[in-house]
């Protein structure tokens, strides 16, 4: 950010330019001593002000700043002051601000492309994306070689449901800046979406610019340990490609993003023991009882462990959970789709049967429902996610047994009274993914938003009927059925954020389901 000195005496700018010199060295702390020295001989320095609340922004002050800024323009309304306002009030989480500070600055210059672009971001946390694609677009009239302005305009199009046109503005944001991974990731989604899989996953490696931990936290460095890292070449202990493959070496499968997730891909660690006589996977807690009875028991060569190992002397190779695609080549008809490779305890699966045959007539069929998604600080969480009062249509449907398959940290998630009287809830007592498995086992049917619960029941070849979000996650791609999960059901939006059209689909297609199965 350009800071520019104002044309007054001589001592005063020579003060000014030490405080911009400390700001720009990164010692925020003297910069700010500079600006109270400046505004104890000129207390309407509007420039020394604005440098003030820089300073204390970048000192972790957004407060302070804020009201330093303010002061600065009322003394002058200048458009990079405006910015700065923005920029203070964006990190403050204070979006209707941002943007109306970012109107005032375009008033003073239309044609400042930085406003545009500012502007269309804060509109676009606050998920106005039509808006949003025109202040980026105005923003590409003045700057059209701004790889980050092609990149977010992409971004906005395809959740607007114009995937073409957003692969057209990521591959033009990656010829700018080819190393650029944010694009490189969102071109991946796109292509990953339409089932371009072959070109799909290089790009999909970039994944890790967009990641959050369970908190919401950015991880953006990409898993890995010291381990060669597997990309689907025939190991051998010489590592020489010219030798046979001799099936002595083991690989290390580190876990990565969310629960859903292994239970989509943990298909692949049966795959990778025809390349290594042993594939060891770093296991979730919650997962690790379903998959030593559904993987460790039929594959003993899969190895469940709590934590990467501090000796990696037992390893040769290593390889983050979601490449497993890249690393077979995986295309749309090479997909591993034989069902079901999940499994519930047999014993557990009829304690279970038991017990709802204690509260349920057998000839009622036995729905589980799924409203929400696990973590409300993941930022497409609210897409996602519904509220128990809002599914409503369906537990009124009549003929039904409805099972509670809602696990949450989250009040706001929790079923509401008129929703309890409908719902047999256990919930409390599902302490890991295997209980809910043996709970799952005696259901007709699971109905659920795209969170991990979807993923157990369909690998465990249970009927799915999926409520996704318009556009959805590329996995899901488009149409009804999705080539992962072959009894999978998709009851897509078809307007964003419209969930009353989803649900009387289902409402009418689980009423066809109801007359079907009667007596």
């Not at 590409?140 to 395809?158: R, V």
């Not at 519904?386 to 449907?397: F, G, Y």
Request: negative net charge.
């Amino acid at each position: 950010m350009t800071l520019p000195s104002p044309d007054l005496s001589d001592p005063i700018a020579d003060l000014y330019q030490k405080a911009v010199d400390a700001y720009y060295a990164g010692r925020f702390d003297i910069a700010s001593a500079h600006v109270d020295e400046i505004l104890a001989h000129a207390p309407e320095h509007a420039h020394a002000m604005h440098l003030g609340g820089l300073s204390l922004l970048a000192l972790g002050d957004a407060e302070a700043a804020q009201r330093w800024v303010a002061r600065a323009l009322e003394v002058a309304a200048e458009p990079n002051f405006y910015n700065t306002l923005y920029s203070i009030q964006f990190k403050l989480g204070a979006f209707n601000d941002a943007i109306e500070s970012l109107r005032r600055g375009l008033t003073l210059d239309p044609d400042f492309a930085a406003f545009h672009y500012n502007l269309a971001w804060a509109l676009q946390q606050l998920d106005v994306l039509d808006q949003a694609v025109i202040s980026y677009r105005r923003a590409l009239e003045l700057d059209p070689d701004n790889a980050s302005i092609h990149n977010n305009l992409g971004f906005a199009l395809q959740e607007l449901g114009a995937p073409d046109t957003a692969e057209f503005h990521y591959r033009r944001a990656i010829a700018l800046v080819p190393d650029k991974p944010t694009s490189r990731h969102n071109l991946g989604r796109t292509l990953l979406a339409k089932g371009q899989y072959d070109e799909a996953w290089p790009y999909y490696e970039d994944r890790w610019v967009s990641q959050q931990d369970s908190n919401g936290r950015p991880c953006p460095v990409p898993i890995g340990v010291s381990l060669p890292r597997w990309r689907g070449e025939k190991p051998n202990p010489s590592n020489d490609p010219a030798q046979p493959y001799s099936g002595g070496e083991s690989l290390l499968v580190l876990h990565e993003q969310g629960l859903g997730d292994s239970l989509h891909f943990v298909r692949y660690l049966p795959l990778a023991l025809e390349r290594f006589s042993r594939v060891g996977y770093v296991c979730p807690p919650s997962l690790r009882r379903l998959y030593e009875q559904s993987l460790c028991s039929r594959w003993p060569g899969i190895v469940l462990l709590d934590s990467v190992p501090a000796d990696l002397g037992d390893w040769d190779w290593h390889c983050p959970m979601m490449s497993l695609p890249l690393a077979f080549q995986t295309r749309i008809d090479t997909i591993p789709a034989e069902m079901p490779y999940l499994y519930a305890d047999t014993s557990r699966a009829s304690w279970w049967g038991a017990r709802l045959g204690d509260s349920l007539p057998r000839a009622m069929p036995r729905v589980g429902i799924v409203w929400a998604g696990g973590h409300s600080i993941i930022n497409f969480d609210k897409r996602r996610s519904l509220t128990s009062a809002s599914i409503a249509p369906l537990l009124n449907v009549s003929n039904v047994g409805w099972i509670s398959l809602q696990k949450t940290d989250d009040d706001a998630k929790r079923p509401d009274e008129a929703s309890k009287a409908q719902l047999l809830d256990w919930t409390d007592e599902l302490h890991d993914f295997a209980e809910t498995a043996a709970l799952i086992e005696n259901l007709d049917l699971v109905i659920s938003v795209d969170t991990s619960v979807a993923h157990l029941a369909a690998a465990m070849d249970k009927p799915v009927w999926l409520l996704n979000r318009f556009p959805g996650c590329w996995r899901w791609m488009n149409g009804t059925k999705s080539p992962w999960y072959p009894g999978l059901r998709l009851f897509t939006q078809f307007e964003r954020g419209n969930w009353d059209d989803v649900l009387a689909r289902v409402v009418a297609a689980l009423q066809e389901e109801v007359v079907r199965q009667a007596p």
